[in-house]
């Protein structure tokens, strides 16, 4: 008679703590898969490098009077080239 209360108090023990363990990591997976995806939605807009003609994600880009780019690398080369430009018309 004791060994049926005790079988039972353990098989309900085990029951909740199997559906809390369950809760928690279904929450957890839930939480993941929201973090993932928002983080694709805001990051999915793509420009492009304004030296390469690379297209990069808009948060891995660097910006630059106005212009995008994909490294500063290509940033550096860019403003090297044109620091010289004048705003007025060269062909002037
Ligand atoms: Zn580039």
């Known amino acids: 008679m004791n060994l049926l209360i ?3 108090i353990i098989f309900a023990v085990v029951f909740f703590a199997g559906l ?3 809760r928690i990591y279904r ?3 839930l ?3 929201g973090d993932d995806n928002g983080t694709q939605h805001e990051g999915g807009k793509m420009v492009r490098c304004t030296w390469c003609k690379v297209h990069v994600p808009e948060q891995d880009a660097l910006r630059e009077r106005g212009e995008w780019f994909c490294s ?3 940033r ?3 403003l090297a080239e044109h620091s010289d430009d004048t705003p007025d018309d060269p062909k002037a």
């Open 76 to 78: 550096d080369k860019f």
């Open 72 to 74: 500063s690398d290509h």
């Open 31 to 33: 939480e993941q898969q």
């Open 6 to 8: 005790i079988r039972l």
């Open 27 to 29: 929450e957890w997976k």
């Open 20 to 22: 809390k363990i369950y």
